[in-house]
T-cell receptor, first 114, second 113 residues
Framework: KQEVTQIPAALSVPEGENLVLNCSFT??????LQWFRQDPGKGLTSLLL?????REQTSGRLNASLDKSSGRSTLYIAASQPGDSATYLC?????????????FGKGITLSVRP | DTEVTQTPKHLVMGMTNKKSLKCEQH?????MYWYKQKAKKPPELMFV???????INESVPSRFSPECPNSSLLNLHLHALQPEDSALYLC????????????FGEGSRLTVL
């Protein structure tokens, strides 16, 4: 079964800390992996997309890496700020027969303390 | 412009009502999606349209009826819903179904009384 796991479910850090959010998945045959941010009651905001052939992507203070062989991705957030407080979701697009399906992890709720 | 627009933002309906949720994107994306999200859970896929044809239906009850009138619009028609259908309904789009980056709308918060 194709699954995506995010541990821990919640994380609290002081402002300014560099932090790493982890994502693991069960099948190395993926199309791509996408990190999202969700604020309470809002939609999902795409942060970074890593295609299967790529190893990492960067956007501002965010860097996401992909290691297909070990089934892992990390989202690195540099110099965290209170505005980074949100739920971060990892989603992996697995091939499923003639289609593909985006499978989400349960998310990590991040709280950055001032 | 990476915007997916959903209307209405909030909807309250009785179990005998018929209502519709609407979604629009002008990014030229050819894949559009409906997701359902309950509180503190990840989104669950309901339907996928690719080039205006329904390509995935995740065994969704028939009281939910999707429609894709053209490449920019996606509707979700609601009829005879149950209180447990109350959730945040999210629309998303991507350039291609297999490899494209997904962009989500802000969602429609549905309450069924």
């Amino acid at each position: 079964k194709q699954e995506v796991t995010q541990i821990p479910a919640a994380l609290s850090v002081p402002e300014g800390e560099n932090l790493v959010l982890n994502c693991s998945f069960t099948d190395s045959a993926i199309y791509n992996l996408q990190w999202f941010r969700q604020d309470p009651g809002k939609g999902l905001t795409s942060l970074l997309l890593i295609q299967s052939s790529q190893r990492e992507q960067t956007s501002g203070r965010l860097n996401a890496s992909l290691d297909k062989s070990s089934g892992r991705s990390t989202l690195y957030i540099a110099a965290s700020q209170p505005g980074d407080s949100a739920t971060y979701l990892c989603a992996v697009r697995f091939p499923t027969g003639a289609n593909s399906k985006l499978t989400f992890g349960k998310g990590i709720t991040l709280s950055v303390r001032p | 412009d990476t915007e997916v627009t959903q209307t209405p933002k909030h909807l309250v309906m009785g179990m005998t009502n018929k209502k519709s949720l609407k979604c629009e994107q002008h990014m030229g994306h050819r894949a559009m999606y409906w997701y359902k999200q309950k509180a503190k859970k990840p989104p669950e896929l309901m339907f996928v349209y690719s080039y205006e044809k329904l390509s995935i239906n995740e065994s969704v009850p028939s009281r939910f009826s999707p429609e894709c009138p053209n490449s920019s619009l996606l509707n979700l028609h609601l009829h005879a819903l149950q209180p447990e259908d109350s959730a945040l309904y999210l629309c998303a789009s991507s350039r291609h179904r297999e490899t494209g980056e997904l962009f989500f709308g802000e969602g429609s918060r549905l309450t069924v009384l």
